[in-house]
């Protein structure tokens, strides 16, 4: 093969880890969910959108530096994910799984909804401070932004692999997804262990909002 294709290839290959890796942060709110309450939360995606208008709106109009702009997005969202859990889905545990899943296809709506009521319809960039000129790694060139994303995705992937496989929460979240009347049953608060769940949804989407927000932009109803 010329070599020309080889490096194509390589550039290819490169590029889709990168991505890969940063959508990695997105599948870690379906997994969370997942784990606790064996539903899909439908509304993952506009989670990561909600997240990214937060920032991108504390930065454009109360012109905040983009750290206070994540941790406002950061707290948001895990707020957001309590208060959720709290009004909306505390009182379907115990009820069929197929009610949850519905739940969040309502939620996916309202969120789509209060972004663009909340923020308008435009697009809005958030500005990660790190250098726009791309690292060089032969003829592989990569945004400092997927850079950040790769990394932040994989320390969160390791970190929540320990966690559910080590950690007696972990363990303990898989038991009330695996049968919640079994779980009551044994002690084991569900209340708590759904509230837990979402609020690391609301974390994990807020890593996820503010890493695609500065690559794409944000905009009501487009996600990732």
């Not at 870690?28 to 991108?56: C, H, P, R, S, W």
């Not at 206070?68 to 959720?84: E, N, R, W, Y």
Request: net charge neutral; hydrophobic share 60%.
């Amino acid at each position: 093969m010329p070599e020309f294709e080889w490096q194509f290839t390589l550039v290819l290959l490169t590029n889709g880890i990168m991505i890969g890796l940063m959508y990695a942060l997105i599948a870690l709110g379906f997994v969370l969910i997942y784990k606790a309450t064996d539903a899909i939360n439908f509304a993952q995606g506009e989670f990561v959108m909600f997240a990214g208008f937060i920032a991108a709106g504390a930065a454009d109009i109360a012109g905040f530096p983009f750290w206070v702009s994540a941790l406002l997005a950061v707290g948001g969202m895990v707020a957001l994910g309590f208060g959720l859990e709290r009004v909306v889905l505390r009182p379907l545990i115990g009820r069929p799984v197929i009610a949850v899943v519905m739940a969040t296809i309502g939620l996916a709506a309202v969120l789509r909804g209060t972004a663009t009521m909340a923020f308008g319809a435009g697009t809005r960039a958030i500005v990660m401070p790190v250098s726009d000129e791309p690292f060089q790694l032969g003829p592989v060139m990569l945004p400092p932004v997927q850079l950040v994303g790769a990394g932040v995705s994989l320390i969160f992937l390791a970190a929540f692999t320990w966690f559910f496989h080590k950690s007696r929460m972990g363990v303990a979240m898989r038991a009330v997804a695996d049968n919640q009347q079994v779980a009551m049953a044994m002690g084991i608060n569900v209340e708590r262990y759904f509230a837990i769940a979402w609020g690391m949804a609301g974390l994990v989407s807020a890593l996820g909002g503010l890493a695609w927000g500065a690559l794409l932009a944000v905009q009501a109803g487009a996600l990732p």
